[in-house]
Structure formats: structure tokens, C-alpha cells
């Protein structure tokens, strides 16, 4: 049958995580739903995220969010193209999310490595950071160090 996918599961006891590779020609929306349901079957432990899209409250996907930061008093969760709004603190978020997946690149931002295209180590001092969408930021001096030690040790 066309439309049947072929599943192969090993079993070995050298891999202490499990991980999901998925090969396709191009992105379709039956890949989309059987990374989603891939997700949820795991969505225990890394729920998705409450936030704001003006009135109306959504629940994001932790895989689908680039980054949250603060902006004045207000908490932002950012997507591919949408910006919502959410209630809590950077603390709750740090504690909530992916540890694997998210990294607090100052005081006020924590980003999905997943979602990172480059790090720009040849800044004077400073780290920049390009997302995928061609966002950019900067990561603090004080957490460099961090950061290195976490793509030394591997995503």
C-alpha cells in the first residue's frame, strides 16, 4: 500500500535515550501528525506551554516554541511567526521545559537549541545566536561558558 509507512524498531542496549529518525522526501502533513503524535505520547513529562494569542489561550507545543524572553514585565513565548504572551515566570519556565532541548542564554531568554541555525563565536566578547526563522540575539557573557559546555557535551 501507498500510504503505509514502514516502522522499524531496534532494540539495543547501548542507547540510554530513545530517539525517532524520520526519513522522507519532503515534509507532508502525515510526517507533521506522526511527529505530533510522537509528542503527545511523551507529553507527560514535557507538556506544552499555556500562552496568549491576544484573548484567546493556546497551548504550544514545546517543540514548535524558538524562545522565550522578557520584554518589560511581560513573558513572550515565540513560534516560527507568531509571538504570544504568557503568564509565569522565566524560573517556572527554566523548570517546565526540555533541559535536552532549551538553554537560558541570559536573564531573560531561554532558546530551543533545536531551533538554532548558527552561533557566532567571532564576536568580540559576545555570542550571537541566528535561529532558523533569521532571528538573532545574543547570548550573556556569564552563561558562554555554559554554553560551550553544553555543545561540547552535545545537544
Same mark, same amino acid.
Given at each position: 500500500? =501507498?500510504?503505509?509507512?514502514?516502522?522499524?524498531v +531496534?532494540?539495543?542496549?547501548?542507547?540510554?535515550?530513545?530517539?525517532?529518525?524520520?526519513?522522507? =522526501?519532503?515534509?507532508?502533513?502525515?510526517?507533521?501528525?506522526?511527529?505530533?503524535?510522537?509528542?503527545?505520547?511523551?507529553r507527560?513529562?514535557?507538556?506544552?506551554?499555556?500562552?496568549?494569542?491576544?484573548?484567546?489561550?493556546?497551548?504550544?507545543?514545546?517543540r514548535?516554541?524558538?524562545?522565550? =524572553?522578557?520584554?518589560?514585565?511581560k513573558?513572550?513565548?515565540?513560534?516560527?511567526? %507568531?509571538v504570544?504572551?504568557?503568564? &509565569?515566570?522565566?524560573a517556572?519556565?527554566e523548570?517546565e521545559?526540555?533541559s535536552?532541548?532549551?538553554?537560558?542564554?541570559?536573564?531573560?531568554? +531561554? %532558546?530551543?537549541?533545536y531551533k538554532?541555525?548558527?552561533?557566532?563565536?567571532?564576536?568580540? &566578547?559576545? %555570542? &550571537?545566536? %541566528?535561529?532558523?526563522?533569521?532571528?538573532?540575539?545574543?547570548?550573556?557573557?556569564?552563561?558562554?561558558?555554559?554554553?560551550?559546555? =553544553?555543545?561540547?557535551?552535545? +545537544?
Open positions: 500500500m =501507498k500510504d503505509m509507512i514502514e516502522v522499524n +531496534i532494540v539495543d542496549e547501548k542507547y540510554e535515550e530513545t530517539f525517532v529518525n524520520i526519513y522522507t =522526501k519532503k515534509e507532508t502533513e502525515q510526517i507533521d501528525n506522526i511527529v505530533y503524535s510522537i509528542e503527545n505520547a511523551s507527560n513529562k514535557y507538556p506544552p506551554i499555556p500562552a496568549y494569542d491576544e484573548e484567546n489561550l493556546k497551548f504550544i507545543s514545546q514548535d516554541i524558538y524562545r522565550i =524572553k522578557t520584554e518589560g514585565r513573558v513572550m513565548v515565540e513560534t516560527k511567526n %507568531v504570544y504572551t504568557a503568564k &509565569g515566570t522565566m517556572r519556565f523548570e521545559l526540555d535536552e532541548r532549551f538553554f537560558r542564554i541570559s536573564q531573560s531568554e +531561554i %532558546v530551543n537549541l538554532v541555525d548558527s552561533f557566532d563565536f567571532s564576536l568580540n &566578547g559576545t %555570542v &550571537g545566536v %541566528v535561529f532558523d526563522n533569521g532571528v538573532r540575539s545574543f547570548v550573556a557573557r556569564r552563561c558562554i561558558k555554559s554554553l560551550r559546555d =553544553k555543545l561540547k557535551s552535545g +545537544i
